[in-house]
């Protein structure tokens, strides 16, 4: 098992462009997460989806979408970049509420 | 929301020395679990406790949850324990996660 897949590791990325961030389990989890870690600090939620088709936002939404149409797929699509958006991304799965997550490599993302 | 405290934040020890990681909750304890970040950035699932005690080799965790507080025991440390320690409780027993700011842990040769 591959676990929890990101791609990619490292981006650069201009202001105001565009780009999806990939995040790919192959553990059959349910339960898939999208966390953004600022220098020195914890993770905070940005998305979350219990389910393919179902998502909903975390603490931290704005500036970013998400979709879900597979259980194995949950893409972080980033609109109009800004330099507040420069941070390490981390996709999680879990099968549920009550288990433990399972985190991918991380995403570093910086934005100039 | 649910605030994690994590204590201490930083954490300098010799090889071979123990040490306690302590995280207070300001709400109930549904979903704990302890995570170690390495200093490569890999963020590595230690335990699932939302009460009681666990142990994995010389790690291990008791989450008291009537007084809103877990413990993380590293025994006979090693330099390859060096990283930031995270534990992280659901916001009001939702899936929502919230992370504390993290201890990190230096351990010295």
């Known amino acids: 098992n591959a676990g929890v897949t990101q791609t990619p590791k490292f981006h650069i990325l201009k202001i105001g462009q565009s780009m999806t961030l990939q995040c790919t389990q192959d553990?059959?989890?349910?339960?898939m997460y999208w966390y953004r870690q600022d220098p020195g600090m914890g993770l905070k939620l940005i998305y979350y989806?219990?389910?393919?088709?179902?998502?909903d936002k975390g603490e931290v939404p704005n500036g970013y979408n998400v979709s879900r149409s597979t259980t194995e797929d949950f893409p972080l699509r980033l609109e109009l970049a800004a330099p507040s958006q420069t941070s390490v991304y981390f996709c999680a799965s879990s099968y549920g509420q009550t288990y433990g997550y399972t985190f991918g490599s991380g995403t570093r993302l910086t934005v100039v | 929301g649910i605030q994690v405290e994590q204590s201490p934040p930083d954490l300098i020890l010799q090889e071979g020395a123990n040490s306690t990681l302590r995280c207070n909750f300001s709400?109930?304890?549904?979903?704990l679990q302890w995570f170690h970040q390495n200093p490569w950035g890999q963020l590595i699932n230690l335990f699932y406790i939302p009460s009681g005690t666990k142990q994995n080799g010389r790690l291990s965790a008791t989450t008291v949850a009537t007084e809103r507080y877990s413990l993380l025991y590293i025994s006979s440390s090693q330099t390859t324990d060096s990283g930031v320690y995270f534990c992280?409780?659901?916001?009001?027993?939702?899936?929502?996660?919230?992370f504390g700011k993290g201890t990190k842990l230096t351990v010295n040769p």
């Open positions: 989806s219990v389910g393919a088709g179902i998502t």
């Open positions: 992280a409780e659901s916001q009001g027993g939702s899936e929502k996660l919230v």
């Open positions: 709400d109930s304890v549904n979903n």
């Open positions: 553990m059959n989890h349910n339960y």
